[in-house]
């Protein structure tokens, strides 16, 4: 009931809040036998870790994970893998002028609601985007067991796409990590616009401001069956994993929004034989996904952001008392979610997929290649 856990034949369960001594996973159902180390873990948390440059929190955090079970002699066992990340660098004391106020566009107003005036005031606690470690951790994991299931060519890989009214311009099909990560720390894999990019987060930053954007996600080498009718399709369970993200706020598949300006005679993707005897489909609209169950296509995915609540600016708001009061923010946040986000986009997608892989798995007993 208390909504920390995602997935059901691979299911993670988060714990911590934003200044409290620690953040962690419980991972259950994980397949036994696939190699696993901090190593495989360690990049992706390293990906998302704050305080690398300007254009991100200055939170200093080591983000370093330690396994605490469900792996022996280097592979897992099958029992649930513990995972945790300790905050080392956590100020809540920051927090004291604001503790009793209630933020603008934060969580601060509808926990008190819900949990009748209990909460971790420091930093949002578990609402805050801090949370998203122990689910990067997560998806780690998930990515080595896609890759036993599905062999190297299976890979999840995420983008800045867009920031503010700045579109980069990048193919799904070949996007890579290398690439992506080939622009510095923007994530953003066309040069040209990875430079614009940072520029306007550097400008809003220095406003003491905030932006938002659009991070883009492709799926590759994912088979055609995976997916549940009616309530469980594949679609909605990818939406909902990146839409419990902090700050999401939209998510499209394939020609998405875009899509309802296309006839039919356009938008509808035709099945052909490939020289390797797969059926495909010579275009990709559906993003990978049609009827709810993966066609063998790579599954495309764009989800939206807020721009982060938290700015420097003065705003006007209640206290707990109901009491008008203004707040001039103080800590340590990104004046931009994107380039942070995108490992956790892919940490999410790679949850679902390994999810309904195994799940699929335990139905039908083989995967139709």
């Known amino acids: 009931m208390s909504g920390n856990s995602f997935g059901h034949s691979f299911r993670i369960t988060t714990f911590g809040e934003s200044h409290g001594p620690s953040l962690g996973v419980i991972i259950d159902g994980c397949p036994p036998g696939i190699a696993l180390s901090v190593e495989d873990i360690q990049p992706d948390l390293d990906r998302r870790r704050p305080g690398r440059n300007l254009l991100m929190s200055a939170r200093k955090e080591a983000d370093a994970v330690r396994i605490l079970s469900g792996v022996s002699e280097g592979f897992t066992t099958g029992t649930a893998i513990a995972l945790v990340i300790e905050n080392t660098d956590q100020k809540p004391k920051a927090y004291d002028d604001m503790s009793r106020v209630f933020r603008p566009s934060h969580a601060d107003f509808t926990y008190h609601q819900k949990f009748k005036g209990f909460r971790a005031r420091s930093g949002g606690g578990r609402a805050s985007a801090r949370e998203t470690a122990a689910r990067v951790a997560a998806g780690a994991v998930a990515r080595k067991v896609l890759v036993d299931l599905f062999g190297p060519a299976a890979v999840v890989v995420a983008w800045v796409d867009r920031v503010g009214d700045l579109t980069a311009s990048v193919d799904p099909a070949g996007v890579t990590h290398a690439a992506v990560a080939g622009q ?19 400008e809003v930053r220095r406003d003491r401001d905030t932006i938002g954007g659009v991070i883009g996600v492709v799926a590759r080498g994912i088979p055609a069956g995976l997916g549940e009718p009616v309530f469980d399709k594949l679609e909605a369970d990818i939406g909902k994993g990146l839409l419990s993200l902090p700050a999401a706020r939209g998510v499209e598949f394939g020609s998405g929004f875009g899509g309802v300006s296309m006839r039919g005679s356009l938008h509808n993707d035709p099945f052909v034989v490939a020289e390797d005897g797969r059926v495909v489909t010579t275009t990709n609209h559906s993003g990978g996904i049609q009827g709810g169950i993966s066609n063998g296509m790579p599954i495309i995915v764009r989800v939206a952001f807020k721009s982060v609540a938290t700015h420097f600016h003065t705003q006007k708001t209640v206290d707990e008392d109901g009491t008008a009061v203004e707040l001039t923010a103080k800590g340590r946040h990104d004046p931009c979610v994107l380039p942070r986000a995108v490992v956790i986009v892919e940490a999410m997608v790679a949850l679902a997929l390994v999810d309904h892989a195994l799940r699929h798995r335990a139905q039908v007993g083989v995967f139709p290649f």
């Open 184 to 202: 510095g720390d923007i994530q953003c894999p066309d040069p040209k616009a990875a430079v614009a990019m940072a520029a306007l987060i550097d």
